[in-house]
Nanobody, 125 residues
Framework: QVQLVESGGGLVQAGGSLRLSCAAS????????MGWFRQAPGKEREFVAA????????DYTDSVKGRFTISRDNAKNTVYLQMNSLKPEDTAVYYC??????????????????WGQGTQVTVSS
């Protein structure tokens, strides 16, 4: 069974840090782009960051550059999102996703074919 399982969410004060994990299983993801999206109440799901599994190259939305770092561990088949200097506006449900994308980095949710169940991140002011 192919699945993505997120963990690591929680409640943190502004300025704090969290690390999200996405455990991928059921197939090889070597040809995939792995992305993190987030969705706040009443808002659309938005792109946060992505990593091309085979090469480790990354892409970030402007609002998280310099604060968030996406990475992957081949041995553990896991993708991480290290989030530092968190702000209240980072509060959302965070989703891990996978897309078969030969070139570039997809940033639209509909381009991703596999999704995790999401994990809540709440940043208090």
């Amino acid at each position: 069974q192919v699945q993505l399982v997120e963990s690591g969410g929680g409640l943190v004060q502004a300025g704090g840090s969290l690390r999200l994990s996405c455990a991928a299983s059921g197939r090889s993801f070597n040809r995939y782009v792995m992305g993190w999206f987030r969705q706040a109440p009443g808002k659309e799901r938005e792109f946060v960051a992505a990593v091309r599994w085979s090469l480790g190259i990354t892409d970030y939305t402007d609002s998280v550059k310099g604060r968030f770092t996406i990475s992957r561990d081949n041995a553990k088949n896991t993708v991480y999102l290290q989030m530092n200097s968190l702000k209240p506006e980072d509060t959302a449900v965070y989703y891990c996703a996978a897309a078969q994308a030969p070139l570039g980095f997809p940033r639209v949710a509909s381009q991703y074919e596999l999704w995790g169940q999401g994990t809540q991140v709440t940043v208090s002011s």
